[in-house]
């Protein structure tokens, strides 16, 4: 599966953004689409990941009641809604898919098989 992720930009602090990621060659009807971000100097981290069949969902503590992951069926889309958006968010965005994941396994980067470009979010102060 190839993910194309898009909707990144400048943003001032407690501005909003959406995220995309798209699929394409296959659907996600049987995949964990997870987003991670990367700041400059620093290991990429979990941001946020659903399960696109059951629409589970986890965020990280970071950005819990400030971000929030949806899906779209039609679109064959996973989105990050961004609110409240803090400098310290500023980071490349990456979306990331993988196969039969477990809820623990959600926030762990190497069990990402297919990951999209990133875009790249900024916010200042």
């Known amino acids: 599966v190839q993910l194309q992720a898009s909707g990144g930009g400048l943003v001032q602090a407690g501005g909003s953004l959406r995220l995309s990621c798209a699929a394409s060659?296959?659907?996600?009807?049987?995949?964990?689409v997870g987003w991670f971000r990367q700041a400059p100097g620093k290991e990429r981290e979990f941001v946020a990941a659903?399960?696109?069949?059951?629409?589970?969902?986890r965020h990280a503590d970071s950005v819990k009641g400030r971000f929030s992951i949806s899906r779209d069926n039609a679109k064959n889309t996973v989105y990050l809604q961004m609110s409240s958006l803090k400098p310290e968010d500023t980071a490349v965005y990456y979306c990331?898919?993988?196969?039969?994941?477990?809820?623990?396994?959600?926030?762990?980067?190497?069990?990402?098989?297919?990951w999209g470009q990133g875009t790249q979010v900024t916010v200042s102060s």
């Open positions: 990331a898919a993988a196969q039969g994941l477990i809820y623990s396994d959600y926030d762990k980067r190497s069990r990402y098989d297919y």
């Open positions: 060659g296959r659907t996600f009807s049987s995949y964990t």
């Open positions: 659903i399960r696109w069949s059951s629409g589970s969902t």
